[in-house]
């Protein structure tokens, strides 16, 4: 029997799932196939609820450990691709961290998963065919697969920069080179590509690709300086950030992090909920991980009151 989902804006997927409901669902669903992507494991399961409401850069949530299991914690995945087979598949994948990514690797074709999603706030999305340069570290490349996707059919120019600290973790260098004009690698020991890091060769990249944008999803720190690197050629960047979420669905405050709105003042916010696509300006990487004495209700702030502002959106 299937659990209830904890959240009431969870839908559970029935027969008849419609496109106007475009909230997450939960769905117990097959698994499609299992293999090796360079150093990481990929799966692709059969959840066409998913598929149908997902946009570039949400993710999901995936049950581990079993129905009877005492890891209660979903687990979640950037979608790395969706296609239309079987009514709509969709695949994630991962390296193998610790307990549910290493239960999740053992998991055969026909076993059973159960997922949530498709979760958090899409990668904005211009309205113009402008340039745009994709940014990935390791597996957080895996995000970056659609949305070029999604860039190429509005006619945006797509460059890739992927870097990771040696070779197989280089994610889809091929996949890459197809959907790209330009694709441009970097490996921490010098396997693959260029030896060095992604913003050593990103600002030519964006020089010589004409950008008009940024878009980057992996590690904090990767994240910090690809914003740095956007901001000294005064592009807009939006960066996907992997925080460690518990829930995924906005109810555990697990996943803060101090973001400053349009009016100035900085919040802590969800990042599973309002983001994980936040803007890179906007984001205070170097507080990642505490709460500044000036964000919004912390002790030192001074202006109850204000108003709330959404974050503001815009690119290009
Ligand atoms: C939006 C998003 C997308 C991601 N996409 C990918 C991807 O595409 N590929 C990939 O390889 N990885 C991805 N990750 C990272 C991936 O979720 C982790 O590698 C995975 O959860 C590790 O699970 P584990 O059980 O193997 O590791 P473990 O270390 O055993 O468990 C990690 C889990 O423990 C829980 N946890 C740990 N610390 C805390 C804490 N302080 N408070 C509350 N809970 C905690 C969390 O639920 C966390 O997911 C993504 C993360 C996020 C947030
Ligand atoms: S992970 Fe629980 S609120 Fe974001």
Redesign the pocket.
């Given at each position: 029997m299937r659990a209830e989902p904890a959240d009431p804006h969870i839908h559970r997927e029935g027969p008849n799932p419609t496109m106007s409901d475009n909230g997450p669902v939960q769905i117990r669903c097959p698994v499609l196939n299992v293999r090796r992507v360079d150093a990481?494991v990929a799966i692709t399961v059969v959840a066409p609820g998913i598929a149908e409401r997902f946009r570039s850069g949400q993710?999901i949530s995936v049950g581990?450990g079993g129905d009877h299991s005492s890891t209660l914690?979903?687990?979640?995945?950037?979608v790395?691709d969706v296609k239309p087979d079987y009514g709509g598949t969709i695949e994630?994948?991962?390296?193998?961290?610790?307990?549910?990514?290493?239960w999740l690797a053992e998991r055969r074709a026909r076993d059973l998963l159960d997922l949530v999603g498709p979760l958090?706030r899409p990668f904005p999305l211009p309205r113009d065919p402008v340039n745009c340069v994709l940014v990935g570290g390791g597996?957080g490349a895996?995000?970056l697969f659609p949305l070029a996707q999604s860039l190429r059919r509005r006619g945006c120019r797509v460059d890739f920069v992927l870097g990771a600290a040696s070779a197989d973790g280089v994610l889809n260098a091929i996949t890459a080179r197809r959907l790209a004009e330009t694709a441009t690698f970097t490996t921490d020991d010098g396997s693959f590509g260029t030896r060095g890091r992604v913003t050593d060769v990103l600002g030519k990249v964006v020089r010589e690709g004409r950008s008009d944008a940024v878009y980057a999803c992996g590690p904090m720190p990767m994240l910090r300086s690809v914003t740095a690197v956007a901001e000294n050629h005064d592009l807009p960047v939006q960066v996907?950030v992997?925080?460690?979420?518990?829930c995924g669905t906005g109810i555990c405050m697990?996943?803060v992090i101090p973001v400053v709105g349009g009016d100035g003042i900085t919040r802590m916010v969800r990042?599973?909920v309002d983001g994980?696509v936040f803007r890179g300006e906007q984001v205070r990487f170097d507080d990642v991980g505490s709460i500044p004495f000036d964000a919004l209700g912390a002790p030192g702030w001074k202006g109850a009151g204000r108003r709330g502002v959404e974050q503001d959106r815009d690119i290009a």
């Open positions: 990481y993710f581990v914690l979903r687990r979640p995945f950037a790395h994630f994948l991962f390296s193998v961290e610790g307990t549910g990514t290493a958090g597996s895996a995000p996907s992997e925080e460690t979420m518990a697990t996943c990042s599973c994980p």
